[in-house]
């Protein structure tokens, strides 16, 4: 086959500026010549070897083809093309009006070919044109021309580089949609595809807003059109944050960063005006026209974004809620595990809206992030700190971060629900121990039972909760531990030293007995401070309450009457507790009580009474005044004190709202 040598006047500096361009910008000019060649069907292929590797990629297109007798017109000027002001079919301006889109090419591919058929009256020719970078200036011809079957182009691009190679990438499809989608949106006739996919823009595009803003440019009011698309998820776009300028026919000019960083929402920008009609790339480096341009549209873009992000944080909070580093169970029933999760739920939330480059860090640094943010939802204040420093947070929004556990009552809440919880399960464990067989028999009084109730002492009323006065200690400590609680310490001193002369002169004195627990609170009333004294008696379970445990009661009964009568008053109030698993229930002894059914076993004046207790009457109480408690805690947390709350820790967080 005879062939024919063209060499381009273009030197070797040119072409080397003309390789420099991104691979994917390579690969478009030759997407733009089959537009520029009135094609409605371009077809691109990544073609790979036996080993899977990319070896080849070929561009077909249905256009017109390249007329032979135009070929020196088409490859052999250079900054000086044909299709400067000329017009398509369509009566749009051509793309490539500089002569230099051949050249970019060796920024992929190392040899290059077209195979060509273009309709010459009434019959199809075809001819094969080919180049090489070791001769970039020369262009070969076949000089045989064959019959053709369809008019169109294939551009074989082989021996692909380094650079070329990147083009092997998810990301290639989605940078391709990005750059043509308004040319596309623009010519519905028009298709383009990549392997078995179709360039369409329109699946992928989550939001979109539109204008038209006015711009000097050396004195002159230049009209541009801006088009901002914010992208789904599911757009995998190589680099998301491109601005894109066209001309008023979308050809496609040239490439700049957004100026917006990226990871706020994957995004681009389109730009549309007729000053890049007669756009220099030279001059506007000297210039900086297009650094002008990206300025004034940088407070919209972020507008833009950020409405973006706030309409759509909720979907992708969701999404991270679903990742196995997310701290909480999808099930929970408790209310206050219910209210911390939605309190973490909403600053988890606020810090992603903010800043959804954290959702980047590796898997095991964000499990340890948001572990530690439940830290400090739940009560640990010291954990805040190390979270403010994962967040990258400045001084005023660590400080911000840090006031979230000194204004917010979530975590006293947290701790007096959790406390409350405990408590039911030791009511539970109680209950079993005081009447289950085999605890009943072996189970001690003073050695074990007492030992645990004395640290759980709330049993008898959440006011008696730590306020033991004394523990396995005679009447006199009792007296004395009475006497201190709202007097002052002479005064003690006399009690004690009347305590001691009272126990000299009578050995058998009932000061000596020694009750098991002696606990007191205390409230203030108009009348004074007011002193509730609870004296108790523990009996073994399996000891049954008799005449015999009812006078031992009676016998401290008598002994704080009979030293501090004085005190037994409105203000100074006494009861006494023997309590076993079981009491006697015949008639002779229920004659004795005042109230069996109630335990009430006598009642001297309005102030001193002495009851006999089952563990059982003591257990239901209890657990009856827990209920009670837990039922008010969960009222604090109904949904409009709840909605309070979640304000509140917005109002400290303060992550911009």
């Avoid at 005006?273 to 873009?301: A, M, Q, W």
């Avoid at 009447?435 to 189970?443: C, D, I, M, S, T």
Wanted: charged share 30%; aromatic share 10%.
């Amino acid at each position: 086959m005879n062939i024919l040598t063209r060499e381009v006047l273009i030197t070797e500096e040119s072409i080397k500026k003309l390789t420099k361009v991104p691979a994917i910008n390579a690969l478009c000019e030759a997407i733009w010549n089959s537009i520029d060649a009135d094609a409605t069907h371009i077809h691109i292929k990544t073609n790979r070897n036996e080993s899977g590797l990319l070896q080849q990629i070929s561009i077909e297109d249905n256009g017109k083809g390249i007329p032979y007798e135009k070929f020196d017109d088409c490859f052999t000027l250079f900054q000086k093309s044909w299709k400067k002001n000329n017009r398509r079919e369509n009566n749009k301006l051509y793309h490539g009006q500089k002569g230099e889109g051949r050249f970019k090419l060796y920024a992929i591919s190392e040899n290059i070919q077209w195979d060509t058929t273009y309709q010459i009256e009434d019959k199809l020719e075809q001819y094969s044109i080919s180049c090489n970078h070791h001769e970039p200036k020369k262009f070969t011809i076949s000089e045989e021309v064959k019959l053709g079957k369809k008019c169109g182009t294939i551009l074989y691009l082989n021996n692909l580089n380094k650079k070329g190679l990147e083009l092997d990438s998810e990301s290639l499809l989605y940078n391709l949609i990005a750059i043509f989608a308004l040319f596309l949106e623009s010519d519905s006739s028009l298709t383009i595809m990549l392997n078995e996919n179709k360039l369409n823009p329109k699946p992928f595009i989550l939001e979109s807003n539109k204008g038209i803003f006015d711009i000097d440019i050396e004195g002159e009011i230049v009209e541009i059109k801006y088009r901002f698309i914010a992208w789904s998820k599911d757009f995998k776009y190589s680099s998301n944050k491109h601005t894109y300028f066209f001309d008023d026919d979308h050809n496609y000019i040239l490439e700049k960063p957004s100026g917006v960083a990226g990871n706020i929402t994957p995004h681009s920008v389109f730009l549309q005006t007729n000053y890049f009609h007669s756009f220099d790339g030279l001059y506007e480096e000297h210039t900086n026209i297009v650094d002008k341009i990206r300025k004034f549209y940088h407070p919209l873009l972020i507008d833009f974004l950020f409405f973006v992000r706030k309409k759509y944080a909720k979907e992708k909070f969701d999404e991270f809620k679903q990742e196995r580093y997310y701290p909480f169970s999808t099930s929970l029933s408790e209310p206050i595990e219910i209210a911390q999760k939605e309190i973490f739920d909403l600053c988890a939330f606020k810090i992603l809206e903010e800043d959804p480059k954290v959702l980047n860090k590796k898997d095991h640094s964000l499990s340890i992030l948001f572990k530690l943010l439940k830290k400090v939802i739940e009560k640990d204040k010291n954990i805040a700190n190390i979270v403010s420093e994962v967040l990258d947070l400045d001084e005023v929004e660590g400080k911000q971060f840090n006031q979230i556990l000194k204004t917010t009552t979530l975590p006293k809440l947290i701790s007096h629900y959790d406390e409350l919880k405990r408590r039911l399960l030791f009511l539970d464990v109680l209950d079993d121990l005081v009447h289950e067989k085999f605890y009943v028999k072996h189970l001690r009084e003073r050695t074990q039972l007492h030992k645990i109730i004395e640290k759980e002492t709330w049993i008898f009323g959440d006011a008696f909760s730590d306020n033991i006065g004394s523990s396995d200690q005679a009447l006199d400590s009792v007296i004395k531990n009475n006497f201190s609680i709202d007097n002052s310490e002479e005064k003690v001193k006399i009690l004690t030293e009347e305590l001691r002369k009272s126990k000299s002169e009578d050995n058998e004195t009932l000061l000596r007995k020694i009750p098991d627990l002696y606990l007191w609170s205390s409230f203030h009333s108009n009348s004074g401070n007011i002193i509730n004294n609870l004296v108790i008696e523990l009996k073994a379970p399996k000891v049954k309450i008799g005449y015999t445990e009812i006078e031992q009661i009676n016998k401290y009964r008598r002994g704080i009457m009979d030293n501090t009568r004085h005190r037994v008053n409105d203000l100074n109030r006494w009861t006494y507790y023997v309590i076993s698993s079981k009491i006697k229930s015949d008639d002779t002894f229920r004659s004795e009580f005042v109230d069996y059914d109630n335990g009430l076993l006598w009642e001297g004046v309005k102030n001193i009474r002495v009851y006999c207790k089952t563990w059982e009457s003591i257990i239901k109480e209890s657990r009856r005044n827990i209920e009670k408690m837990k039922r008010e805690l969960e009222i604090k947390i109904s949904q409009e004190e709840k909605e309070v709350l979640l304000d509140q820790y917005l109002k400290d967080v303060k992550f911009n709202i």
